[in-house]
């Protein structure tokens, strides 16, 4: 029997802020939302109240195998990829003006769906438009380049689009890592297949209505929500799709690219785990510090692959830096109801998540390290934890080696910059790092020390769509924005004439 496509019709559904809206539910394949063949659903649940929300279609192999047809025959069949790129710069612009008139609503869902705050979620709306208008803007930049090899010949370069591209994106930024991959790949050319995180599916859904508004052709963009273990893992082996980009752990990440290289050789970018250590040195302005280790930890609850969970203390502002940091989060941070503006941080994004957060500081105790502030949870109902300070930790201890994904961190003495450097860079992971200095020598000689893909001086996690991000040794390779990641949408040719 061939693919059976039933449309599905969207949930009309109210915001905990009052907003309503209609919520679409089904797979987005070839501009159609549509039944899953299996017919499968899932029950997508708001983290801050553990309350189901809405039930959405749950995609099986078959229908990635028809997302991928799809995408192939819009690549190979039509001039999505061959048109002139301003005409795609067009689509994505108009894409971004439609990002930009639902910005409120998109954020809503993004908190409603997430459990992080409404601030939170309107700059992570903002930063995703940001990145959509600039790969509208470099849609038409891919030029090649001209080779001299004396005058017997003529060569020249030509950067063309890779085709089919499988995109898995995680929970923890379910909006902002979607137009971090989107953007770029069809700017490029490219046809994609995107696989939002089971527990946060619907801004992606809700993205893809936009697309079919903005005019995107069919095939073009396909969301295909669904268990990681059958749709990532189809996306990952198909011999049709011939990029794949991740974002999540380090374990997964590593399954991906075997499984994506033992297929058929895939393109793969991978941004993973960190561990990410934060530097604050004896002249540091606290001041100006304590926020930006605040931010670099607490911010979206600590579910940031960059989050700064280890901090690194000069002796001589230790002891001062400990006494600050507890009166600065106590005084601060409330947690809570992520819908109330005065709360900084709301709810962990999953039960699963929730539980090992809570595992983890039980580790910490357990292992002798002293907690400064927090170590419980902030309410009994929804899934919210306080900010945890640990301190007196040694550097072999589980919760300053592993990656806790949580409002969870480590506080550590170190004596001279070599003796940071060497702590900081004491990891396997290395995705982001920071520096608290006044000292503009110090912060160069040691961001130039630093193993790691992004090192903020004074500020952190801080991004903008112009800067490229991505890790180094098990935190990944490959960038997402900037004009680095063109570079991972598209493969150059070489031509070369003889005259």
């Known amino acids: 029997m061939g693919y059976k496509i039933v449309e599905i019709a969207p949930k009309s559904i109210t915001t905990p802020n009052g907003i309503t809206y209609e919520q679409p539910v089904g797979l987005f394949i070839n501009n159609q939302f549509i039944k899953s063949q299996n017919e499968k659903t899932m029950a997508i649940e708001n983290p801050s109240t553990g ?13 990635v195998d028809y997302a991928v047809d799809c995408a192939e025959h819009a690549f190979e069949k039509t001039d999505w990829a061959s048109q002139d790129p301003r005409i795609r710069g067009r689509y994505l612009s108009k894409l971004a003006d439609l990002m930009e008139e639902n910005l409120e609503l998109m954020a809503s869902i993004e908190t409603m769906d997430n ?31 001209s080779v001299n090899t004396g005058d017997g010949y003529v060569n020249y370069t030509i950067r063309e689009p890779i085709g089919v591209c499988g995109q898995i994106i995680p929970w923890n930024f379910p909006l902002m890592m979607l137009a971090w991959k989107v953007g770029p790949a069809l700017a490029m050319g490219n046809c994609i297949i995107l696989k939002p995180a089971s527990a946060t599916p619907l801004n992606a859904l809700f993205f893809a209505s936009l697309t079919k508004k903005a005019g995107i052709p069919d095939g073009v963009v396909n969301i295909v929500p669904g268990p990681g273990g059958m749709v990532g893992t189809a996306l990952t082996t198909h011999p049709k799709v011939r990029k794949v980009a991740f974002t999540g752990s380090t374990d997964i990440g590593k399954d991906i690219a075997v499984k994506s290289s033992g297929s058929n050789l895939k393109k793969i970018t991978l941004e993973l785990g960190g561990k990410s250590a934060h530097l604050v040195f004896d002249d540091a302005d606290l001041e100006k510090t304590l926020p930006n280790l605040v931010n670099g930890i607490f911010k979206n609850a600590g579910q940031i692959c960059s989050s700064g969970s280890r901090i690194y203390a000069q002796a001589g502002i230790y002891d001062k830096l400990l006494a600050a940091f507890k009166e600065y989060i106590e005084k601060n941070l409330k947690v809570g109801d992520p819908f109330d503006e005065s709360n900084f941080q709301g709810a962990i994004t999953n039960k699963e998540q929730y539980n090992t957060i809570l595992k983890y500081i039980n580790i910490g105790k357990d292992e002798g390290a002293k907690v400064l502030t927090g170590g419980k949870v902030a309410s009994e109902k929804g899934y919210f934890i306080k900010p945890t300070v640990f301190y007196d930790v040694n550097e072999d201890m589980r919760i300053v080696k592993e990656e806790i994904f949580g409002p969870c961190v480590t506080i550590s003495k170190f004596e001279t910059i070599e003796d940071g450097v060497a702590m900081a860079n004491d990891s396997e992971f290395g995705l982001g790092a920071g520096i608290e200095t006044e000292n503009l ?3 160069l000689k040691v961001a130039k020390m630093l193993h790691s893909g992004t090192v903020w001086i004074n500020t952190y996690n801080d991004f903008d769509s112009r800067v490229p991000f991505g890790g180094y040794k098990q935190s990944g390779y490959g960038r997402e924005m900037g004009s680095e990641v063109y570079e991972c949408y598209t493969q150059t040719k070489a031509v070369r004439i003889k005259l």
């Open 115 to 145: 459990g992080k705050t409404i601030a939170l979620s309107r700059g992570d709306v903002q930063l995703a438009i940001d990145c959509i208008r600039d790969a509208a803007a470099y849609s038409d930049k891919t030029d090649g380049r």
């Open 51 to 63: 309350e189901n929300v809405v039930e959405v279609c749950s995609a099986a192999k078959e229908d």
């Open 441 to 443: 020598s110090t912060a």
